[in-house]
């Protein structure tokens, strides 16, 4: 069995086992599970993101991003490139219908607070400007709220640390207003690896009762 077939296989198994909507998953799936795994979750150490239970919303934006150029890596732009609307409405719905799981370790929480006192509080920056809290809009814990901002806890860290330079840079300018180029141009490289540290060692998923 080729890698395309054993990976649409395990895909099928997936959803039948969840019991999601529909019968199958888009036959597009079967690449994404190369780099996303098939149950969604990325691979840390390669740095790539996990997609299960993000909003639907905030996938179909990104896969349009990457098609358009207003987010650019050269593998998404590819694969995005062929997929028509309906092809991102249905990818999108796949993986938001994943569950996210917790890994059976997580990165070391990291020794300093500069990380969550960025994602909690933000900081003055003692200018007119101030940077916000991440959890302002991606939610506490950093598990995002639907249907624009993704969920950061537990990303790869190499992953989150690669989207804040790119914003900084403008490689990547796919939202409103420009809301996380303003914020990401404000933060120095040391704050950027310890708020993407902090994020990576958060779990996926709330805690029973939180």
Known sequence: MNGFKAGFVALLGIAAGIGIAQAAPPPQVAQCAGCHQANGMGNPVAGFPALAGQPTAYLQAQL???KHG???NGMMNSFANGLSAADRKAIAAYYHGLPAVAPASLPAAPTDAIG????????????????????SCHGAGGL????AFPRLAGQPAQYLENQLTDWQK???NE???????NVAVLLSPAQIKAVAAYFAALPPVAKPGS
């Open 64 to 66: 349009y991003a990457f």
């Open 70 to 72: 207003t987010r650019r």
């Open 116 to 135: 969550a006192t960025l994602a909690m509080q933000g900081a003055d920056i003692g200018t007119s400007h101030a940077i916000p809290a991440c959890d």
């Open 144 to 147: 995002g709220i639907a249907p």
């Open 170 to 172: 403008g490689s990547r």
């Open 175 to 181: 939202s409103n207003l420009h809301l996380m180029h």
